[in-house]
């Protein structure tokens, strides 16, 4: 999710057709952020749309101190945490949330053809995690926020976070060796004991 | 230092180890081969999830015209604050020339007072209206 400086600027400074075109370029990020974070479709999309609203209300306060993608990661965190605890989930099928179409818009060199093929696999792993473990992991694996900015972001503390991180962590590497049939008999029994926490 | 004991610290990140915890990891995992092999494993997990942010999922159709829109309707709330600050400055300055003209078309059609009526000469304006459009 690059995006120009000058491209902002622009939008900030009241240039329509520089707004769409930010908006065009990080949508699908934003999407699949919130996708991540909240865990269906539906839900997602009208995340999107609520950060892109308070994204045209905040723009100008945007002082370039942080990239424009990290602070539309934080807004989109935001926003979804928000949504989150106004609404009800309409449906908790795990795995639902798994973007199943997941690109790579970078151009792929054959060193990182292994971290991207990974990355897909994890995609569903995730999804799959409890929906506490997925968030916090998301935001701190997924984006790199901070353990304090995600203890705020979620309303919890700081060592509420890393015991999720921990259990996420354990469960998805438990999870990926099983996936890909390696040391599945050393870790299956503690992921029988650790699976259904959250 | 026993593998029980180190087995929490394998999963973290070594900026989320205080340098202690990172020393005693360190020097266990570089005696130990299974412990070596559960923090190389994390390792790799770590930045497979780091590449997770570069992948994009695709929305339903129609999302993006949907925020076009919704921020169409939006957008002309929202600018940068020097936008804002000229905006503002140039609606003082159009209140003040409305005003003004208010003002002047009010003073135009008061009638003249009594002393002025009194002095009035046929064919002339009233005294009021004269100054006014002299003015």
């Known amino acids: 999710m690059e995006v120009d400086r000058e491209l902002v600027e622009a939008a900030q400074a009241g240039d329509r057709w520089a707004l769409e075109e930010l908006v065009r370029r990080t949508h699908r990020g934003v999407y699949t952020c919130a996708l991540r974070l909240v865990g269906n479709p539906d839900d997602a999309a009208d995340v999107t749309q609520d950060v892109y609203l308070r994204v045209v209300r905040k723009l100008g306060g945007f002082r370039h101190e942080a990239s424009f993608a990290t602070w539309l990661n934080r807004v989109t965190t935001n926003v979804a945490m928000s949504t989150l605890k106004r609404r009800t989930r309409r449906f908790t099928v795990e795995g639902a949330a798994v973007p199943a179409d997941t690109r790579d818009p970078a151009p792929e060199p054959a060193e990182r053809a292994e971290a991207v093929a990974l990355a897909r696999r994890l995609e569903r792993l995730v999804a799959e995690l409890p929906e506490g473990q997925r968030q916090v992991l998301v935001l701190r694996d997924v984006y790199g926020q901070s353990t304090e900015e995600v203890a705020n972001a979620m309303g919890l503390t700081p060592g509420a976070v890393k015991v999720r991180l921990f259990r996420a962590r354990e469960r998805l590497k438990a999870e990926l060796e099983a996936a890909e049939g390696g040391q599945v008999v050393a870790l299956s029994g503690r992921r029988r004991a650790t699976g259904r926490r959250s | ?135």
């Open chain 2, 1 to 135: 230092m026993s593998c029980h004991a180190v087995r929490p610290l394998l999963p973290a990140r070594a900026e989320e180890l205080t340098p202690m915890e990172a020393l005693i990891r360190a020097e266990h995992v570089a005696g130990c081969s299974r412990c070596a092999a559960e923090a190389a494993a994390y390792s790799r997990l770590g930045q497979a999830l780091t590449v997770m942010a570069h992948l994009e999922a695709e929305p339903a159709d129609g999302t993006l015209e949907r925020v076009l829109i919704a921020i169409g309707r939006r957008r002309t709330r929202v600018t940068d604050p020097r936008v804002l600050a000229a905006a503002g400055s140039a609606g003082a300055l159009v209140a003040t020339v409305v005003v003004a003209r208010a003002l002047r078309q009010r003073r135009q059609s008061q009638p003249a007072p009594a002393w002025a009526r009194r002095l009035h000469v046929p064919g002339l304006p009233l005294p009021a209206a004269a100054l006014a459009r002299a003015k």
